[in-house]
T-cell receptor, first 114, second 113 residues
Framework: QKEVEQDPGPLSVPEGAIVSLNCTYS??????FMWYRQYSRKGPELLMY????GNKEDGRFTAQVDKSSKYISLFIRDSQPSDSATYLC??????????????FGKGTKLSVIP | DAGVTQSPTHLIKTRGQQVTLRCSPK?????VSWYQQALGQGPQFIFQ???????QRGNFPDRFSGHQFPNYSSELNVNALLLGDSALYLC????????????FGDGTRLSIL
């Protein structure tokens, strides 16, 4: 079992739809939770960064963390064609000596159709 | 405010050769991490440098080595290249110890023939 599971999709939605992306994880020690967006031929871009269980909102994006279920989600409201990208969930824990390496899911490829 | 910059953007090598990839962190950041991203996969952690020392290492052979300079920039070296080393190599920078967010460059795409 992988530490972080993420449905690779692909996911195709019409413009304006609400998108829900999810990851589950097995390591209950994970402390920090992130969502990155990666366009083709580009590096991952940090979208959301959370520490505790609950919701965090930033514009059209809402990140949700449920530590008891080991489940995180990213919601995108009013999706736009420019949101078409691969979305990566990532998590981290202190690996020792204050080093927090990121453990990623495989990424979900999202296409928003005009 | 310059973000993370990596060079070169693309590199083609043959099996058995050696390669050096370079990274300049985001302004104000002092910690550099390197990741390998195979096609269709999430990035895999290689190692992290802080205060010019390797602080943590992922599950990669010692053909992969690195260095951090006093100005916080970093190099990733890979010796005896294998076909399986073909991937996007990403550098991420962050500030200090603790779980601060990591910001990525656009990577170096390494192709092994």
């Amino acid at each position: 079992q992988k530490e972080v599971e993420q449905d690779p999709g692909p996911l195709s939605v019409p413009e304006g739809a609400i998108v829900s992306l999810n990851c589950t994880y097995s390591n209950s020690a994970f402390q920090y939770f992130m969502w990155y967006r990666q366009y083709s031929r580009k590096g991952p871009e940090l979208l959301m960064y959370t520490y505790s269980s609950g919701n965090k909102e930033d514009g059209r994006f809402t990140a949700q963390v449920d530590k008891s279920s080991k489940y995180i989600s990213l919601f995108i409201r009013d999706s736009q064609p420019s949101d078409s990208a691969t979305y990566l969930c990532a998590m981290s824990v202190d690996s020792g000596a204050g080093s927090y390496q990121l453990t990623f899911g495989k990424g979900t490829k999202l296409s928003v159709i005009p | 405010d310059a973000g993370v910059t990596q060079s070169p953007t693309h590199l083609i090598k043959t099996r058995g050769q050696q390669v050096t990839l370079r990274c300049s962190p985001k302004s104000g950041h002092d910690t550099v991490s390197w990741y390998q991203q195979a096609l269709g996969q999430g990035p895999q952690f290689i190692f992290q440098y802080y205060e010019e020392e390797e602080r943590q290492r992922g599950n990669f052979p010692d053909r992969f080595s690195g260095h951090q300079f006093p100005n916080y920039s970093s190099e990733l070296n890979v010796n005896a290249l294998l076909l399986g080393d073909s991937a996007l190599y990403l550098c991420a920078s962050s500030l200090g110890a603790g779980g601060q967010p990591q910001h990525f460059g656009d990577g170096t795409r390494l192709s092994i023939l």
